[in-house]
């Protein structure tokens, strides 16, 4: 079993930063890939970003391109997301997931809803503006 904590949410102001953190405990860390995803009030969840187990290659969802930066410590078996330049519309509970699946599918596995095999419970991001 794996166990996700992110941590790190919270109010800034637009064009502000954030960085979010998970905290991954169970099994090898390195064996995941690890993803970041958010939920906007009233709207389904949508992907932001992935990084493969060795941290070598990363995927970005369209909101996170340019703005976003995932990246994990595996002595630390954390994974994060920096947030820059942030807008009121990034505004969102951000999960963290994990997944056993072939890096290779990351696309697929990123784009289906219960495509993650473990999720964190979230933290609150607020943007105002």
């Not at 990351?106 to 105002?128: C, F, R």
């Given at each position: 079993?794996?166990?996700l904590?992110e941590?790190g ?7 502000g930063s954030?960085?979010l953190s998970?905290?991954?405990s ?5 064996a995941y890939?690890m993803?970041w ?9 949508e992907?932001?970003?992935a990084?493969r187990?060795s941290?070598s290659s ?8 340019g703005r ?6 595996n002595?630390k078996r ?6 820059n330049?942030l807008?009121?519309?990034d505004?969102?509970?951000?999960y ?8 290779t599918r990351?696309a697929?596995?990123t784009?289906t809803a219960?495509?993650?095999d473990?999720?964190?419970k979230?933290t609150l991001v607020?943007?105002?503006?």
């Amino acid at each position: 079993q794996v166990q996700l904590v992110e941590s790190g949410g919270g109010l800034v102001q637009a064009g502000g930063s954030l960085r979010l953190s998970c905290a991954v405990s169970g099994r090898t860390f390195s064996a995941y890939a690890m993803g970041w995803f958010r939920q906007a009030p009233g709207k389904e969840r949508e992907f932001v970003a992935a990084i493969r187990g060795s941290g070598s290659s990363v995927y970005y969802g369209d909101v996170a391109k340019g703005r976003f930066t995932i990246s994990r410590d595996n002595a630390k078996r954390t994974v994060y997301l920096q947030m820059n330049s942030l807008k009121p519309e990034d505004t969102a509970v951000y999960y963290c997931a994990a997944t056993a699946q072939s890096w290779t599918r990351i696309a697929v596995v990123t784009s289906t809803a219960n495509g993650m095999d473990y999720w964190g419970k979230g933290t609150l991001v607020t943007v105002s503006s």
